[in-house]
């Protein structure tokens, strides 16, 4: 009883390793994403999709502003999609 045991131990040891070293290499993107989506935040966007990003800008302590930045999702000339900047908005608070 103790030997088939420890064979099935050895068994299951060998075939973990190479379990593990395919779920290291395996990408949560597929192959070529990055010519059909831009990404943001986890999320995928497709191409002429905008996203508006909204954040503080505090350079120094007495000047506070926020920035809203708009970016559309563009094919550039190489046919990845990447964002581009199309405006941004600068309010004091």
Known sequence: MKT?????????????????????????????AETRFCYYEGMAYSEDAFVLMVGDNTVTDTVRTVQERLLRCHRDSDGTLKWKPQSTFSTNN
Request: aromatic fraction near 4%.
């Open 4 to 32: 088939v045991t420890l064979g099935m131990a050895f068994a299951l040891l060998a075939t973990q390793a190479p379990a593990q070293q395919m779920l290291s290499t395996a990408s949560p993107i597929p192959d070529g």
